[in-house]
């Protein structure tokens, strides 16, 4: 759905709609733009400037020649869903994603939950990926089998899955072998962004550290593939004979 103009945008971005992409004139300098512009970047929606004549163009061919304002959206049909709603799934493995912001990771790690059978994925409402197109296509369905839910703060969000019975492990260098660790529990996984890794107050969140052995000269793993190997390894011990 294309929404435009800068209160309808604002109020899409403040009330936690999920976006696509948002497309701004070249040019626009004022507090609501900026916060729209912060939000984007924050979340890792595809922000584009260009001129007020394309900015038009976008829009008609839509079918429609509104005031525009500078600025136009395009929102993704995704609905978000609670924390309580993840823990009414039944399950025993929750991922939770800090700071993940490139959108083909997390459709990977989308697609990944949904195979393991985990009860869904909890990711920040700022600085962090959002639901958008890419995510949906990377995930190669699996979004329509995954609840997602987003929260304001991750540290509150583990101590109430701590206060359901999960165990939470952030999957980081420097913690014991993931694969000599008791997985068996109600378990959520805590992975961090490509660049920075689990935020050092989410780690100190959690009850403890589990680290992928790595025998290479590369000393760090695709946080999607990260993901694959610690939520499997979680089944293995879960099924194991």
């Known amino acids: 759905m294309i929404i435009f103009g800068k209160n309808s945008v604002l109020e899409a971005v403040r009330s936690g709609k999920t976006f696509n992409e948002i497309t701004i004139e070249k040019g626009l300098k004022d ?54 709603a993840l823990l009414e799934e039944g399950g025993n493995l929750i991922l939770i994603l800090d700071g993940v912001k490139d959108p083909h990771n997390l459709g990977a790690i989308v697609r990944t939950a949904e195979c393991a059978g985990a009860n869904g994925i909890i990711i920040p409402k700022r600085r962090s990926c959002q639901v958008n197109e890419t995510v949906v296509k990377t995930s190669a369905g699996a979004i329509s089998n995954v609840k ?69 000269k590369i000393n760090s793993l695709n946080v999607s593939v990260a993901a694959a190997i610690s939520a499997f390894e979680v089944v293995r011990q879960r099924t194991k004979k």
């Not at 609501?32 to 829009?59: C, H, M, P, W, Y």
């Open 148 to 216: 997602i839910a987003r929260v304001g703060n991750l540290q509150n969000a583990i101590s109430k899955l701590k206060e359901n019975g999960f165990w939470a492990y952030a999957v980081e260098v420097g913690g014991e072998d993931i694969f000599s660790s008791n997985l068996s529990g109600k378990i959520a996984l805590v992975l961090g962004s490509e660049g920075e890794g689990v935020g050092r107050l989410v780690k100190e969140s959690c009850d403890g550290i589990v680290t992928i052995p790595m025998f290479g």
């Open 31 to 84: 507090k609501a733009i900026q916060e729209i512009i912060n939000f984007a970047r924050e979340t890792g929606v595809k922000l584009d400037f260009v001129s007020k004549e394309l900015l038009q163009r976008k829009v008609r061919a839509q079918g429609q020649k509104p005031n525009l304002q500078g600025v136009v959206a395009e929102i993704v049909d995704f609905e978000y869903s609670s924390l309580e």
